[in-house]
Nanobody, 120 residues
Framework: QVQLVESGGGLVQAGDSLRLSCAASGRTVRSLAVGWFRQPPGKEREFVARISESGTSTYYADSVKGRFTISRDNAKNTVYLQMISLKPEDTAVYYC?????????????WGQGTQVTVSS
């Protein structure tokens, strides 16, 4: 069983940048796809980005494409979400999760989330 811990959130101004980390423990995540999700206040959780096991394939929600970059360091058992040009609508609790396949399957092993607040 893998445990995930998100970190790196905070309060920033519009236009600023943040890098979120998703650190795994319990088992290696090098054989797992990893996704980032977010839940804005009062809204449903939504997909943000995912990365394949090797890191060679990535996919983004349209709302973050060109501003967010997902990457992974399998040696550190960590996945990152670099966010630039942040907007107030990016305010949310950000979560990471894993699944065995990049293309299909249910997401599991959710972390506790990290809060990102973007002020205008």
């Amino acid at each position: 069983q893998v445990q995930l811990v998100e970190s790196g959130g905070g309060l920033v101004q519009a236009g600023d940048s943040l890098r979120l980390s998703c650190a795994a423990s319990g088992r290696t995540v090098r054989s797992l796809a990893v996704g980032w999700f977010r839940q804005p206040p009062g809204k449903e959780r939504e997909f943000v980005a995912r990365i394949s096991e090797s890191g060679t394939s990535t996919y983004y929600a349209d709302s973050v494409k060109g501003r967010f970059t997902i990457s992974r360091d399998n040696a550190k058992n960590t996945v990152y979400l670099q966010m630039i040009s942040l907007k107030p609508e990016d305010t949310a609790v950000y979560y990471c999760a894993t699944r065995p396949s990049y293309y299909i399957g249910s997401w599991a092993s959710w972390g506790q989330g990290t809060q990102v607040t973007v002020s205008s």
